[in-house]
């Protein structure tokens, strides 16, 4: 199955798509509600030294305990001034504000510097990639089709970003901050490729992630704005190696403008997975944000809806 992309829409889109990475990553960022603390360079075996902010809300206390949250290109969420677009997530304010409320759960947010370049190699789910056939892993990659050219080694990176969240950064923010450590507390989310590898993340990792909120989902998993051989398997995926029903909550959003204009037949056929794996209102929520476009100011506007599916202790 193959969507095409009008000529306008297709040049804003791939400008952000490709661009998602570029962010003035030295500016010290401020936030309005609680407290951030950097981390410049946290060290790994797994992927390059990455940057990483934890936010904690406003009365933190070690006297209690807190959910956590992973978030994904962790140099969009906080402060405008410091991002490529001028752009931000509000993630501060909108978890201060539902926290404030009672309308979450208590919870910090672990923000996640993405790789730079390395950043759709690292996002990109590593099993569904490697179902493909070389021919189509070019022309996913958008690398040329002849034979001389050749994807580079170790191309996509995917399974050792996870390795990193779950065998290093978790057990650093564990040790560290007052937080509970079990599956039912722990949530990982991102927007755009960013909300793929949060699906990857719980279908790898069921037994440390309790929920994931895959926002604006990149199903084409490319820079190929069309229904494409890696959307086939990253749409079985999900139908074989997310959890079924039970103990999980996943969360997709989608809206019609730029980028996501090409998401809703991709998230329809992502919807009728979720009814066959036994998901109901309970434990999973799409979300289509009509006239919502492909950037921060369309995340940020809708960023209470994820927050309190997964942080809701009644759900």
Known sequence: MQLKISMPIFLVSLCLFL??????????????????????????????????????????????KYSV????????????????NQQEWGVDETAGQLQKMQQTKPFIVVGVFNGDSLRYSEY?????????????????????TTPEKLLPAN?????????FLVKELKPYIDEHYAVHTDRANTFV????????ISMYAIGEYPEIFGGAACISTHWPGSSVLEWTSMTDQLLYYLKTSVPASGDHRIYFDYGDQTLDA??????????????????????WLTVFA????????????RLHR??????????
């Open 19 to 64: 661009n998602a990475f570029a962010t003035l990553a030295e500016t010290q960022m401020t936030v309005s509600s609680g407290k951030l603390v950097t981390i410049k360079a946290f060290p790994s075996n797994f992927i390059n030294e990455r940057q990483v902010m934890i936010w904690l809300p406003d009365g933190y206390s070690k006297s209690k």
């Open 69 to 84: 949250l992973y978030m994904h290109d962790g140099q969009m969420l906080f402060d405008a001034s410091t991002t490529w």
């Open 124 to 144: 990109l789910p590593q099993k569904p990639w490697e179902a493909l056939s070389e021919e189509q892993q070019r022309q996913v990659a958008g690398f040329a």
């Open 155 to 163: 191309f996509i990176r995917s399974d050792n970003y996870l390795k």
């Open 189 to 196: 989310a991102g927007s755009s490729m960013g909300g793929l």
């Open 262 to 283: 090409l998401y809703p037949p991709m998230q329809n056929a992502a919807d009728q997975i979720m009814h066959e794996k036994g998901y109901n209102q309970s434990n």
């Open 290 to 301: 009509k006239g919502a476009a492909h950037d921060e100011a369309s995340w940020r506007a």
């Open 306 to 315: 994820p927050l309190r599916f997964l942080m809701n202790e009644k759900k």
